[in-house]
């Protein structure tokens, strides 16, 4: 079974500041990596992808993220916060599981940029 | 392309009561499926398709049906509302899920609450 970790709940961060949420993950094979964003009251948004290829994934709105293998992690960062960025970010997995293929998310880390 | 829709946007249901959501893209993606977001929690696969006239179970499907008589609507039935059931529903949609390289697009989501 594949399962996806974000093990803080919440990351206060100064604008201005690099910003770093975290995302390790369990899986049989080869993952696919996901990172989503949700604003309030809206439905999620996708960020990036890691499929294949460089380590080091470039996204939507600046954001960025780190394949590493070994660690099995795919952490988000971004060098320089903004107070938009502000919002509940989800990190995903998916693997080629029989016909399913399901997306597992993991359970959200509320970020909060403060002005 | 209006994207992935969903309606209501609000629902409050009593106990026992049934009713559908509705989903539609006009993107024209094979693979649908239903998530349901609780805190704490991420997001919850409920069913999904991979194509018209087929439909599976997703992780927590107790209480719901869904069927997919074309590409574009994947409804979901509530057959007996239950309190347990309160919750924001989202549908979302992708490529051929042979390829699982493709993000999944979300809608706005059914906020939707059993008394």
């Known amino acids: 079974a594949q399962s996806v970790a974000q093990p803080e709940d919440q990351v206060n961060v100064a604008e201005g500041n690099p910003l770093t949420v975290k995302c390790t993950y369990s899986v049989s094979g080869n993952p696919y990596l996901f990172w989503y964003v949700q604003y309030p009251n809206r439905g999620l948004q996708f960020l990036l992808k890691?499929?294949?290829?460089?380590?080091l994934v470039k996204g939507s709105y600046g954001f960025e993220a780190e394949f590493n293998k070994s660690q099995t992690s795919f952490h988000l960062k971004k060098p320089s916060a903004l107070v938009s960025d502000s919002a509940l970010y989800f990190c995903?997995?998916?693997?080629?599981?029989?016909?399913?293929?399901?997306?597992?998310f993991g359970s959200g880390t509320q970020l909060t940029v403060l002005p | 392309n209006a994207g992935v829709t969903q309606t209501p946007k609000f629902q409050v249901l009593k106990t026992g009561q049934s009713m559908t959501l509705q989903c539609a893209q006009d993107?024209?993606?094979?693979?649908m499926s239903w998530y349901r977001q609780d805190p704490g929690m991420g997001l919850r696969l409920i069913h999904y398709s991979v194509g018209a006239g087929i439909t599976d179970q997703g992780e927590v499907p107790n209480g719901y049906n869904v069927s997919r008589s074309t590409t574009e609507d994947f409804p979901l039935r509530l057959l007996s509302a239950a309190p347990s059931q309160t919750s924001v529903y989202f549908c979302a949609s992708s490529y051929s899920p042979g390829t699982e390289s493709y993000e999944q697009y979300f809608g706005p989501g059914t906020r939707l609450t059993v008394t």
């Open positions: 993107m024209n993606h094979e693979y």
């Open positions: 995903a997995v998916r693997v080629n599981s029989g016909s399913a293929r399901q997306l597992t």
């Open positions: 890691y499929i294949t290829g460089d380590n």
